[in-house]
């Protein structure tokens, strides 16, 4: 008998007030119902964003209006449970990523198809359930700058999930990458190509140096550069932001937004293709929601944060901190990688030498000896 998620309470995170992660709560909700041209997900993993923070504490309501009780969350990847009228893309038990308006963070989530892209087999949950906010926001940044090998681009809060993925499209490109970042995240930087300066005060004064050329761009997914990004010579028109409403409206800085579906699938494609790499900082279950966002506030994660709907508990688990978390979804499934050949590995220093003798009779085109 196959299990029917639809018997299953849903449950779905809400906030009644403006605040910090602590305004939040997971509450049961009445199990959605697609409708025309819609399709019900079972989510299986949902990112978490820094706007879904500002939006939260309130900040420019004039931008981004609440009615309360309030959901949150965009990104998400799941399994198909059922599919409204006129909805003709996926079938039951497909499984899929995209994204809604709002209210991903929750265990089932109604999605217009035009939303969802099948999942590539290639992608685990975690990183197909939070790649479209960061990856179709950094894609679009990047696209829009038209970078080209003669540009150096300052990207801030480079370890960020969207600031990660914009470096490593401006690498493809042939940009030099300046990233902003906390001081312990330098060498993950420097993983992907990006030239690591630390947060703080003076950042034009301490950009220039490291800068063999003008700055051409400005990716603020920080917030609150502008004034840096003014002092080093960008043109407004190439500073861009995601949350810094206040440098839009007073000193002319583009807002940016994510992307749609095209972009999303252009991104996924990349990422299944390992050509590019999101990596994930850490999963937390649904009922450690404000405890994902705490951590998300500090800018301090190399990468995304992720909510998994399907945590694993290991009874007795000793390790407290970094806490290890897995999902039982991504268990089990094979992670592709090159063949290789276990002798290859062996220093042939080691043993009795015949990894060596084999190594040189397959290089003169002999047999090997026993």
């Known amino acids: 008998m196959t299990h029917d998620a639809t018997r299953d309470p849903a449950h779905a995170v809400r906030f009644s007030e403006y605040g910090g992660p602590e305004v939040l709560e997971v509450v049961e909700v009445p199990m959605p119902e697609p409708g025309e041209g819609e399709v019900l997900v079972e989510v299986f993993a949902t990112g978490l964003n820094p706007v879904e923070s500002a939006i939260r504490r309130g900040e420019h309501p004039e931008r981004w209006p609440v009615s309360f009780p309030s959901s949150q969350g965009r990104d998400l990847a799941g399994v198909v449970v059922s599919t409204g009228p006129g909805a003709s893309a996926f079938s039951h038990g497909d499984e899929v990523m995209g994204f809604v308006d709002r209210g991903a963070h929750a265990t089932h989530v109604v999605v217009p198809e035009r939303q969802l892209l099948p999942k590539p087999p290639e992608l685990t949950w975690e990183v197909a359930g939070s790649l479209?906010?960061?990856?179709?926001?950094?894609?679009?940044?990047?696209?829009?700058l038209a970078l080209t090998p003669a540009d150096t681009v300052v990207v801030t809060a480079a370890a960020g999930g969207v600031g990660c993925l914009a470096a490593q499209f401006a690498r493809m490109r042939g940009a030099t990458v300046i990233g902003t970042s906390a001081e312990m995240r330098f060498d993950f930087l420097r993983q992907f190509g990006v030239l690591p300066v630390a947060y703080g005060a003076d950042l034009a004064e301490r950009v220039?140096?490291?800068?063999?050329?003008?700055?051409?761009?400005?990716?603020?997914?920080?917030?609150?550069?502008?004034?840096?990004?003014?002092?080093?010579?960008?043109?407004?028109?190439?500073?861009?932001?995601?949350?810094?409403?206040?440098?839009?409206?007073?000193?002319?800085?583009?807002?940016?937004?994510?992307?749609?579906?095209?972009?999303?699938?252009?991104?996924?494609?990349?990422?299944?293709?390992?050509?590019?790499?999101?990596?994930?900082?850490?999963?937390?279950?649904?009922?450690?929601?404000?405890?994902?966002?705490?951590?998300?506030?500090?800018?301090?994660?190399?990468?995304?944060?992720?909510?998994?709907?399907?945590?694993?508990?290991?009874?007795?688990?000793?390790?407290?901190?970094?806490?290890?978390?897995?999902?039982?979804?991504?268990?089990?499934?094979?992670?592709?990688?090159?063949?290789?050949?276990?002798?290859?590995?062996?220093?042939?220093?080691?043993?009795d030498g015949s990894v060596r003798r084999r190594r040189r009779d397959r290089d003169l085109g002999t047999t090997a000896r026993p």
Not at 133 to 141: F, H, N, R
């Open 132 to 144: 479209y906010v960061a990856g179709t926001t950094a894609w679009t940044a990047v696209e829009s």
């Open 208 to 351: 220039r140096p490291i800068a063999s050329g003008p700055i051409t761009g400005f990716l603020d997914f920080l917030g609150g550069e502008t004034d840096a990004a003014i002092a080093l010579g960008v043109p407004r028109s190439r500073i861009l932001t995601v949350l810094d409403w206040d440098a839009v409206e007073e000193q002319e800085a583009v807002k940016l937004y994510a992307g749609d579906v095209v972009a999303l699938g252009r991104v996924a494609a990349l990422a299944a293709a390992r050509r590019i790499r999101l990596p994930i900082a850490d999963i937390f279950s649904l009922d450690d929601v404000a405890d994902a966002y705490r951590a998300l506030d500090r800018r301090e994660a190399p990468g995304k944060i992720v909510l998994g709907l399907r945590i694993v508990g290991y009874a007795g688990q000793r390790v407290q901190e970094p806490a290890y978390k897995e999902q039982d979804v991504t268990l089990g499934v094979p992670t592709p990688h090159a063949h290789l050949d276990v002798e290859e590995a062996v220093p042939p220093a080691l043993g």
